[in-house]
T-cell receptor
Framework: SQQGEEDPQALSIQEGENATMNCSYK?????LQWYRQNSGRGLVHLIL?????REKHSGRLRVTLDTSKKSSSLLITASRAADTASYFC?????????FGKGTRLHILP | NAGVTQTPKFQVLKTGQSMTLQCAQD?????MYWYRQDPGMGLRLIYY???????DKGEVPNGYNVSRLNKREFSLRLESAAPSQTSVYFC??????????????FGPGTRLTVL
């Protein structure tokens, strides 16, 4: 069964706006990761946040982690057309990573 | 560095045929993974190898076998292909330590169609 679940399933916003997507998971984790997938391609790692961290930044990306609620959020600020992609959260469990079903983000011109 | 490479990129099989998907990484990672991705779905783990010489089942192992040939290579075999195995297959590798998995690096994928 899938550990992480993203919300919303799909999101359309205007270029320049901020995009927020959420991930909930079921069991305790060591870390949580976010990945991006452009259509038809392999996944690209965006950011990793450890279970003892609450917030992490990387360029226009901001990730938060609330282990008490078993949830994380990914914020993309000042969105661009190139941000159109699917975004997946992934949680680790016993030597492996389990992915959610993803959020499809579409940036409108 | 090539990163993670997969062959072939595309494959069409008839039901009952067998084939092996190849994966290699040049980053000296100890862990390697095989996933499948179906339309509108996330990645589901088929098998993984936490270190050279070990392999373990993931979420959807039925109908597949794997071989960790050496530290660089991890192959996925379909012994008797079925239409339900039509999917995109991704190989990934990562450095892991004390059973904690770090960033995963993905290959470009193999698009498999089983008729």
């Amino acid at each position: 069964s899938q550990q992480g679940e993203e919300d919303p399933q799909a999101l359309s916003i205007q270029e320049g706006e901020n995009a927020t997507m959420n991930c909930s998971y079921k069991t305790s984790i060591n870390n949580l990761q976010w990945y991006r997938q452009n259509s038809g391609r392999g996944l690209v790692h965006l950011i990793l946040i450890r279970s003892n961290e609450r917030e992490k930044h990387s360029g226009r990306l901001r990730v938060t982690l609330d282990t008490s609620k078993k949830s994380s959020s990914l914020l993309i600020t000042a969105s661009r057309a190139a941000d159109t992609a699917s975004y997946f959260c992934a949680t680790d469990r016993d030597d492996k990573i389990i992915f959610g079903k993803g959020t499809r983000l579409h940036i409108l011109p | 560095n090539a990163g993670v490479t997969q062959t072939p990129k595309f494959q069409v099989l008839k039901t009952g045929q067998s084939m092996t998907l190849q994966c290699a990484q040049d980053m000296n990672h100890n862990s390697m993974y095989w996933y499948r991705q179906d339309p509108g779905m996330g990645l589901r783990l088929i098998y993984y190898s936490a270190s050279e010489g070990t392999t373990d089942k993931g979420e959807v192992p039925n109908g597949y076998n794997v071989s960790r040939l050496n530290k660089r290579e991890f192959s996925l075999r379909l012994e008797s292909a079925a239409p339900s195995q039509t999917s995109v297959y991704f190989c990934a590798s990562s450095a892991s330590r004390d059973r904690i998995v770090g960033e995963q690096f993905f290959g470009p994928g193999t698009r498999l169609t089983v008729l």
